[in-house]
């Protein structure tokens, strides 16, 4: 075991949240030393630049139309996009845009050893579904299942600690066996096309069990090319899910960094 392992090891079991809460620290966003009133190893300045999606959003991928834009009449709500190329999903929300700051969080939760980030993150996330009300008429709440080796590693499934928050907030029962993640051989998602990785994605994923003629609503972290997000709908629909829709924290913009490189804070798909 290397030395950057015992020392993340390490970190997770002796740190506690009430020693972060305690101790003198710095914000691990933008390093400034933390005050008295803090939120989880973050600075309430940092906290406040995340960035929440505005409106007008289309009601099927999740991402904010050009200022201006309508997406009322002929359209029904949604982009031109997915006029023209229909995701496998029946709509998404996304509570904040994925950028700088959101990607930093992101890490310091999935790979920094800060877990208790993620119960914040998730109530974020869940007023978002119950506002836009993604969530009516949902028989269960499944999140997209961690890379076996990730989970083994990390010690917990960030997508699931999400999910579980959310359920609870929503009151839709939490099922966790729906989906598995196949252990593949395949070169970093950095390393591929748009293509690829979708094709990539499609073959990591399968349902487990049936769930003939339910609605299910899918939770992950980020969403960055969509590639996971419609791999998992196509296998609930498989497993007969009648609709499937897509709730995340995070949402790349078009345009953005991780938009163009389609990367994930894990380097996944």
Not at 148 to 165: E, I
Not at 183 to 206: H, N, T
Not at 231 to 242: D, I, K, P, S, Y
Request: charged share 20%; glycine share 10%.
């Amino acid at each position: 075991m290397g030395i950057r392992r015992v020392l993340a090891v390490s970190r997770r079991l002796i740190v506690h949240p009430l020693a972060e809460a305690i101790l003198p620290a710095d914000c691990f966003v933008c390093s400034r030393p933390l005050p008295a009133a803090h939120r989880l190893g973050a600075c309430l300045e940092c906290w406040a630049r995340l960035r929440p999606l505005a409106p007008p959003i289309c009601l099927s991928c999740g991402l904010p139309a050009p200022s201006g834009s309508d997406l009322l009449g002929p359209a029904r709500g949604r982009c031109a996009a997915c006029l023209l190329a229909p995701p496998p999903y029946g709509g998404a929300r996304a509570a904040v845009a994925y950028d700088g700051p959101a990607r930093r969080f992101l890490l310091a939760a999935k790979m920094g050893g800060r877990r208790s980030l993620l119960r914040p993150l998730g109530e974020q996330l869940a007023a978002v579904v119950r506002a836009s009300g993604l969530a009516e008429g949902c028989d269960r709440v499944v999140p997209v299942p961690a890379h076996p080796w990730r989970r083994l590693s990390r010690g917990y499934d960030p997508a699931g600690d999400l999910a579980r928050v959310v359920a609870a907030r929503i009151g839709v029962p939490l099922d966790v066996r729906i989906l598995a993640r196949r252990i593949l051989a395949s070169k970093p998602a950095k390393r591929l096309s748009a293509a690829r990785r979708a094709a990539a994605a499609a073959a990591a994923f399968r349902g487990r069990r049936p769930v003939h003629g339910e609605r299910v609503l899918l939770v992950d972290d980020v969403m960055t090319t969509g590639s996971t997000a419609a791999a998992c709908a196509t296998a609930l629909r498989r497993a007969g899910a009648v609709d499937v829709r897509v709730a995340v924290w995070a949402r790349t913009l078009p345009g953005s960094a991780a938009g163009r490189n389609g990367r994930r804070p894990d380097g996944g798909l």
